[in-house]
Every structure is written in C-alpha cells, then in structure tokens.
T-cell receptor
Framework: EADIYQTPRYLVIGTGKKITLECSQTMGHDKMYWYQQDPGMELHLIHYSYGVNSTEKGDLSSESTVSRIRTEHFPLTLESARPSHTSQYLC???????????FGPGTRLTVL | QQQVKQSPQSLIVQKGGISIINCAYENTAFDYFPWYQQFPGKGPALLIAIRPDVSEKKEGRFTISFNKSAKQFSLHIMDSQPGDSATYFCAASRGSNYQLIWGAGTKLIIKP
C-alpha cells in the first residue's frame, strides 16, 4: 500500500473561509499532483510539482494555490472557499523516471 | 490530440461474465497505457499497464489488449466478480516525465 496521506478526510465549512488541505508522502517521490474529482467522475489535474520550489497549474483552472517547500509535503490552499469548490480533492505522487502515480484517500470538501 | 476517449460510461455485467472497457487515443507519441481502479471513498490505484511494444498483457483475470494501428486499448476482466465493482480509468502518457492523460472513467457494476 502506498504511503501517501491526506488530511482532513472530510471537511464542511462556510463560504469565505480559508482552508488548507494537507498531503504528505513518505516514499521520497519528487513528483506530486492535486486532482479534483466529483465522486466517481473524471479526474481533473489542478496542480503539480516536479520537486521542491517547483509548482505548475494543471489543465483545470482552479482558484487554489499550492506550495512545495519540502519533498514530502504538498499542501493546497483555498483563500476564500465557495460552494463551487465542493468536490473531492485527491493528492498523488510518482517517482522520477516512472509513470505510476500513487494516490491518497482524498479529502471530501463541502462548502456551504 | 491529447485526449483519451473511454467507453462505455457505465457497464453492468453478470457475475462470471467478461467485462470490456475501451479507450482510444490520438497522440502516437504516447508510450505508456495504464488502467486504474477506484473504489468509492478511495483514491485510484494502478491495476495493470502496457507499453506499445506488446499487444497484450495479462495479470490474473485482468488483460489489456493493445492495437497500435487502431490507436485503441481495452481492459478485459474475465470471470467478473462483485468485488470488481468499481470505477475504472484508462490513461496514457508520453515518456516518464509527462502528465498522465486520463479517460473519463467507466462505472462497472457486477451483478451477483
């Protein structure tokens, strides 16, 4: 089983709140990703990183931001949550030279 | 040209039957074709993957068939079991340092 962790697993918050979704991996992978997914639906890449201090936006426009200060940590922040941000957020990582992505269990976010 | 088209969107198969999910791609530079399996409340996990130098890869009850000339690949699940009920995603990428391009997913239900 992959060692990639996401917290919280579930989050219900009000509109306008600032939130940070945490993602950590203990595999030493250089590449990390954030996906947005409505349950059972298509995966949309919103951010990725190929290493420390490297972050890029993905295919799906997102109002969130990410940082990569440590190899193992890739948090995602929403400065002002809105109901349209309600979704599941999946974090993944992969090793350099390899395509396989290992996924965390996801954070189910509900913004009221 | 970056798209991966997956079909069907949903599939119901009787226990013991064969489940078949298809994907098509346009970019001939793709050289890695994985299938991921996702159970409700979990992140996707790699099930099986193939590279274009072979036409078929089998792991237990799961087989990928790859048709390079048609730019199609498919997942076959033999002797389908209720525990196989999940959402399946195909994907493709070009080299190990490029993003995975994901299909839209197929929700598979195996009826007992």
């Amino acid at each position: 089983e992959a060692d990639i962790y996401q917290t919280p697993r579930y989050l219900v918050i009000g509109t306008g709140k600032k939130i940070t979704l945490e993602c950590s991996q203990t595999m030493g992978h250089d590449k990390m990703y954030w996906y947005q997914q409505d349950p059972g639906m298509e995966l949309h890449l919103i951010h990725y990183s190929y290493g420390v201090n490297s972050t890029e936006k993905g295919d799906l426009s997102s109002e969130s931001t990410v940082s990569r200060i440590r190899t193992e940590h890739f948090p995602l922040t929403l400065e002002s949550a809105r109901p349209s941000h309600t979704s599941q957020y999946l974090c993944a990582s992969s090793a350099n030279g390899y395509n396989e992505q290992f996924f965390g269990p996801g954070t189910r976010l509900t913004v009221l | 040209q970056q798209q991966v088209k997956q079909s069907p969107q949903s599939l119901i198969v009787q226990k013991g039957g064969i489940s078949i999910i298809n994907c098509a791609y346009e970019n001939t530079a793709f050289d890695y074709f994985p299938w991921y399996q996702q159970f409700p409340g979990k992140g996707p996990a790699l099930l099986i993957a193939i590279r274009p130098d072979v036409s078929e890869k089998k792991e237990g009850r799961f087989t990928i068939s790859f048709n390079k000339s048609a730019k199609q690949f498919s997942l076959h699940i033999m002797d389908s079991q209720p525990g196989d009920s999940a959402t399946y995603f195909c994907a493709a990428s070009r080299g190990s340092n490029y993003q995975l391009i994901w299909g839209a997913g197929t929700k598979l239900i195996i009826k007992p």
